[in-house]
Every structure is written in structure tokens, then in C-alpha cells.
């Protein structure tokens, strides 16, 4: 997958769904293979309840 | 005796645990559009045998060595999704992968490592790391590249100390390395 994502032109992607983050950039790929969040502490026992999560992102190559 | 350890460390090692990994499962081109499937893991730890992160980390480092051989060098490191174990014994971990629940009797047994298949890891207040399950059935890499990029390696939370990082380890060769036999019938 790595090797595919590369050979495409990655200023060519632009984001058809999500529109937090911004369109048409390198940048935005890197975020999303390792979108890792900081080690800041959460209140009380929020730790306790975290879930594993599963999105589908779809990205426009036109 | 808390199985966990807080000395740092400059490299991975095997049993670090990590929070808040997401991780990139598949992407595919439909059409006009490139879809992009991703999975985020409230908790995983690492599973990638230790010397090998050792050597590995020490061969990126001798400029000498890497330059002579990148035989030692790690192109990816294995991680395990750890569970909370309020949710695995629910048998909710998984959204959408409904699982079964485990009834009181065999949550002792998990928590005592009693049944093979899973790994339990005692809470850690000081990390903020709840009880967690780990089942070895679910397990994923990382380019070894991307794991060291300080944006993942803030996702560290702790390590499990020699002695328990060893039992996780031995625990989870058995459990790949097992043999499954057909029924037998008596002759």
C-alpha cells in the first residue's frame, strides 16, 4: 500500500469528506498514516473508556 | 510488584506500551476516489522480539555498520491491540465485530494468564493504562519508519519491566507457534 500511495502524485489527492483538515497536500496523507494523538494526561479515569475506532476516509482524485 | 517499568528509553522495546495509535488497515482506488481505511487502538504494546530492536536500533546508528550491512535492520515492528478489560469482557472491543463475553469465572482465569489465548496486563494509575487484555489473535505492524517518527513515539506510555516483558513474549510464540489436531476417534 505504501509503495501505491507513493507512485501517485500526492498533490493530486484532495480530501472529498473530510473538511477539517485541508485539501490537495503530502502533508495530509502523513497525518493519517500516523495520526497518533500527544501523551497528555485525561481527567479522572477517561483513560478507562477508550475504544477502538474504525474509519473509512475517502479522498477525491479527480 | 508492578509489572511496569518508567525507565526511558531511546528505541522501542519489546512489551512498550503505546496509547492512541492509529494506524492505516488498507487503501484502495473506487472510482474517482482513493478510500483510505483506518484503525485506532486506545492501547497496544510491542511485541517485536527484543533483541532484534536492539540491533536494529544500534545498526541505524554505526553509521560504519548500516553502511556495511542492513542485514540486522527492521523494515517493521509487531504490535498487539490491548483491550480494556471492561469492554473485553463485555465482548465489545471491537465496534462492529461483536465478540462473546466472558462470564466471571473466566475473567479470573484471564486475569490470572490462565487461558492461552490472552494476555493480561494489570491497571497502571501513574500511566494512565487501565487493566488491558491482549488477544493474540488481533495483531498488525507499522513501517518501522513511521513507528520512530516522533508523532507516533508520543503514543509511549510505559514498559513492562524484563521479567514480564519475557512472559508476554513466551506467551505469544505459544500461542502462534500451536498445533491444531483433528477430533480423534478412539481406535
Known amino acids: ?62 | 510488584v508492578s509489572p511496569y517499568t518508567s525507565e526511558p528509553c531511546a528505541r522501542y522495546r519489546q512489551g512498550d506500551v503505546l496509547r492512541d495509535v492509529t494506524v492505516v488497515t488498507w487503501a484502495e482506488q473506487v472510482g474517482d476516489d482513493m478510500l483510505v481505511h483506518e484503525l485506532s487502538f486506545p492501547y497496544c504494546v510491542v511485541l517485536t522480539q527484543e533483541c532484534d530492536l536492539e540491533q536494529d536500533f544500534d545498526n541505524r546508528n554505526s553509521p560504519e555498520r548500516f553502511a556495511a550491512s542492513q542485514d540486522k535492520i527492521l523494515p517493521t515492528i509487531l504490535f498487539c491491540p490491548a483491550y480494556p478489560l471492561g469492554d473485553f469482557a463485555a465482548g465489545t472491543q471491537f465496534p462492529g465485530m461483536p465478540m462473546r463475553k466472558i462470564n466471571n469465572s473466566e475473567l479470573d482465569r484471564v486475569k490470572k494468564n490462565n487461558i492461552y489465548r490472552y494476555h493480561f496486563l494489570p491497571e497502571n494509575k501513574a500511566a494512565q493504562i487501565p487493566d488491558l487484555v491482549l488477544d493474540f489473535k488481533h495483531y498488525f505492524t507499522v513501517p518501522r519508519e513511521i513507528a520512530y517518527r516522533d508523532t507516533f513515539k508520543a503514543a509511549w506510555r510505559t514498559a513492562l519491566g524484563d521479567l514480564f516483558r519475557e512472559h508476554l513474549s513466551s506467551r505469544f510464540a505459544h500461542y502462534l507457534s500451536r498445533i491444531g489436531l483433528p477430533e480423534t476417534e478412539s481406535a
Open chain 1, 1 to 62: 500500500m505504501s509503495s501505491y500511495l507513493k507512485d501517485r502524485k500526492l498533490s493530486d489527492y484532495k480530501l472529498a469528506t473530510d473538511t477539517t483538515r485541508k485539501a490537495s497536500s503530502a502533508t495530509l496523507l502523513e497525518s493519517t498514516i500516523n495520526s497518533t494523538k500527544d501523551g497528555i494526561s485525561r481527567a479522572g479515569e477517561a483513560y478507562k473508556k477508550s475504544r477502538v475506532k474504525t474509519v473509512v476516509k475517502r479522498y477525491s482524485l479527480k
